[in-house]
């Protein structure tokens, strides 16, 4: 159930929700989890427009965009995590409608410790995670 967060410099993106939803689906795409209701309502992204001048290079540009996904600790094998830098830069440069962005698009992959991911007011360990999910899944063919 990641969280991905996108910031940007005002203006960056026409339409901000439907770039959270194309992300959020696209990471459950590629992390193959099970299309449930756990995990379609709990995976999501955030867009954080920055105020002008928030953003800098060394050089002083500022027309960067930085991607920041938070999964579930192992949740990400290593293909999976070039397919997540790989078609996130895509989406993101395609939403902004500037195919140079993809060279400005950082996007960092981080994973929670186990404990360190709340969901429904508890700090769920991995195991925690799949179990509920198996219960979940279990419950809706039942």
Known sequence: MPMIDVYSAPGTFADPHALAQTLAATL?????????????????GFVHELPGGAIS?????????????????????????????????????????DASLADRTWVLLTEAVPGGWGLHGHANTN???????????ASLRG
Do not use: W
């Open 28 to 44: 459950m795409e590629i992390e193959q989890v099970p299309d449930i209701p756990m995990f379609r309502s709990n995976t999501a």
């Open 57 to 97: 290079n060394v050089d002083g540009a500022g027309n960067y965009v930085r991607v920041q996904v938070l999964t579930n600790a192992g949740a990400l094998d290593r293909d999976k995590q070039l397919a997540v830098v790989e078609r996130f830069t895509a989406i993101v440069a395609a939403a902004a409608g």
């Open 127 to 137: 195991e925690e995670l799949v179990a509920a999910a198996r219960a979940e899944i």
